[in-house]
């Protein structure tokens, strides 16, 4: 029986599903996303992104495999844009694109997937991290309720493991995917072919430009509070990032990692509204920090 009153199951009432289905529902989002759609196996999920032809991330989103098609779990105030850019897209493809909010909500798990009993879901490992653990799409008939606290639970957790959202870590438009390290998160597979925006991150990835990624920072003194979102990060008087979102004294932040570098190596320091962070590279990251500065 399902357990409707789990503690340890997470309603994102902030996420959307989208379905995307039809004999070309996987050619169609191949050739338009940074993920390898056609790798992705039934029942499992991939994470992806699309982008404008100048790199930069429109949307992300996990893509969820099932019979005839795919179901898009992304964020609610990102559904509407993403609807009228896949239907743009669309011309004369065989998909059938629709939004099935008003039917399925999305899920996370804060136990293994394997201790949570939801037959009636579609439940999928997070593509992110094996940590991150599971997610599930699940019919709004079926009932599923949450205990007080699981969604700050799961924002608590996401922090943690320094896994990016939109909106409160970097801003749609504005970002590329080496910034919030889709690079490293699975969400960019740069063997497959042509997408939207594939030359400008190839070229990053092949040519070592990547400057900007998103970091883990902790306050330097014990009992100090990290900043706000949206709060310049500085050495000296020099922006070299913006705070993004925190929980339990850690916080995430994209930094320019040359710069950041050069402030620690020479004692300036960085800062963010007058507090000092410790930055550290998150745990998976593939990539290091820059060469140390040179005096």
């Not at 390898?36 to 982008?51: D, K, M």
């Not at 100090?224 to 050495?235: D, S, Y």
Request: charge should be neutral; charged fraction near 20%; hydrophobic fraction near 45%.
């Amino acid at each position: 029986m399902t357990d409707k009153h789990a503690p340890n199951i997470a309603c994102l009432a902030d996420r959307a599903v989208v379905s995307v289905t039809g004999s070309e529902a996987t050619t169609f989002l191949h050739g338009l996303t940074t993920a390898n759609i056609e790798a992705i196996l039934p029942g499992a999920a991939g994470y992806a992104a699309l982008l404008t032809p100048q790199g930069k991330i429109l949307f992300e989103f996990f893509v969820v495999k099932i019979d005839g098609g795919y179901l898009i779990d992304i964020a609610a105030s990102q559904a509407p844009g993403f609807l009228k850019r896949l239907t743009m897209y669309k011309l004369r493809s065989d998909v059938a694109i629709a939004d099935r909010s008003a039917e399925f909500d999305v899920l996370a798990l804060l136990r293994p997937a394997s201790e949570v009993d939801l037959p009636a879901a579609k439940v999928y490992a997070d593509p992110r991290l094996e940590a991150a653990g599971a997610r599930a799409i699940v019919a709004k008939s079926a009932g599923v309720r949450t205990e007080a606290g699981a969604a700050e639970a799961y924002r608590a957790k996401r922090i943690a493991l320094a896994l990016p959202e939109a909106g409160a870590d970097f801003a749609l438009g504005d970002a590329v995917p080496h910034d919030i390290n889709l690079d490293d998160l699975g969400a960019v597979d740069f063997v497959k072919g042509c997408y939207v925006g594939q030359e400008i991150v190839s070229r990053m990835k092949h040519r070592g430009t990547a400057r900007r990624r998103l970091v883990i920072v902790r306050p330097a003194a014990t009992g100090a509070a990290l900043p706000p979102e949206a709060t310049p990060i500085k050495a000296g008087e020099r922006d070299i990032g913006t705070m993004g979102s925190s929980a339990g004294g850690q916080g995430l932040a994209i930094l320019r990692l040359d710069w950041a570098r050069e402030a620690i190596d020479t004692g300036l320091g960085v800062t963010a509204n007058g507090v000092a962070l410790a930055v550290e590279l998150p745990p998976y990251a593939r990539f290091g920090w820059p060469a140390p500065a040179t005096v």
